[in-house]
């Protein structure tokens, strides 16, 4: 056959894909990507014309998305860590918060914290059974977070917890807030528990409260740890 460019007619397009129906294409080999990535390297793909997203809507259309494997949303995540759109990286994170907390200093002067309903009469006990001053909402600036308190003299802080920390998810972001503290001020961390119900003990119990290594108590009734 001579040598030159040829064009397919529409009816030999139409067998050659007939032929190829319910063949699975060969995986491209390392080298064949390599090649790929050069050629396409520094060019950009031609705008989709609208005929081609209609086409390409309607081939779609009724046919529901297949799930998403487990190996595929890890590869997402990690793809996307420290993106705009995907999941911050704990530096991201640490960043936001000391930006954040000082806007508020310098829009209202002074940090104003939620404070738990007994968190007071808590600290306040601990101060009066071991002879200590408990600095309150102590702000520890390099990591943008404030504590329930902070021990000086003792370099030690405390933290008074609810039963909304019993959440899985808030004892994962509350184990590795303890982490960060502990380490940048290489103190102690002691958590009272604020729990007076008495389902709300027992859960604690069943749930395992004992993965927290430095609990204080459970809380106080009739002015005594439980």
Not at 64 to 78: G, I, V
Not at 129 to 152: A, V
């Amino acid at each position: 056959m001579p040598k030159g460019v040829y064009s397919r007619t529409a009816e030999a397009n139409k067998i050659n894909s007939l032929s190829k129906i319910g063949l699975k294409k060969s995986p491209l080999t390392e080298e064949h990507k390599e090649k790929l990535r050069l050629i396409m390297t520094g060019k950009k793909m031609p705008p989709r014309t609208p005929e081609y997203c209609k086409k390409l809507s309607e081939s779609k259309l009724g046919k529901p998305k297949p799930p998403r494997t487990e190996e595929h949303c890890c590869n997402l995540s990690l793809a996307l860590l420290g993106k705009s759109n995907g999941p911050q990286t704990p530096e991201q994170k640490k960043t936001k918060r000391i930006a954040a907390l000082e806007y508020i200093r310098k829009t209202n002067g002074k940090i104003f914290c939620f404070i738990g309903k007994n968190e007071k009469d808590l600290l306040d006990l601990q101060e009066m059974l071991f002879g200590i001053k408990i600095d309150r909402q102590f702000e520890i600036l390099n990591l943008g977070y404030s504590c329930d308190g902070y021990d000086i003299k003792n370099n030690c802080v405390y933290e008074v917890y609810e039963s909304a920390h019993l959440k899985t998810r808030n004892k994962v972001r509350d184990l590795q807030r303890q982490k960060e503290i502990q380490e940048h001020l290489g103190c102690d961390f002691k958590i009272i528990w604020d729990l007076y119900e008495n389902e709300s003990r027992k859960f604690l119990r069943e749930h395992g409260f004992m993965e927290y290594k430095n609990i204080v108590g459970l809380g106080i009734k009739n002015k005594g740890i439980l």
